[in-house]
């Protein structure tokens, strides 16, 4: 059973930074693409990063030149660094393994979110 496990969030002032990081384990092997999502309240679920196993990533535009996402292969974890963060930032991030397709219309496999607060 594939398991994805999402830590890192918490509460921070706008400005700050935060890092979440997500690890992925389970019968599949390696993932194909790793990545983060968020829902802020009230809202849809969006796209927020991916990384693919050769380290091609992309972002939403609006966390460009704010947040990186990286990742450790040989450990099936990715982590989403967030600088300059802003209140319209807050939201349950949650993480995504992908082990085929394209990441954001692959099924893949869910972590259960991790809280993360900007206050202004």
């Known amino acids: 059973q594939v398991q994805v496990v999402e830590s890192g969030g918490g509460l921070v002032q706008a400005g700050g930074s935060l890092r979440l990081s997500c690890a992925a384990s389970g019968p599949t092997g390696s993932f194909h693409a790793m990545g983060w999502y968020r829902q802020a309240p009230g809202k849809h679920r969006e796209f927020v990063a991916y990384i693919s196993s050769g380290h091609n990533t992309n972002y939403v535009d609006s966390v460009k030149g704010r947040f990186t996402i990286s990742r450790d292969n040989a450990e099936n974890t990715v982590h989403l660094q967030m600088n300059s963060l802003k209140p319209e930032d807050t939201a349950v991030y949650y993480c995504?393994?992908?082990?085929?397709?394209?990441?954001?219309?692959?099924?893949?496999?869910w972590g259960k979110g991790t809280l993360v607060t900007v206050s202004s």
């Open positions: 995504k393994a992908v082990t085929s397709g394209w990441f954001r219309a692959a099924a893949g496999y």
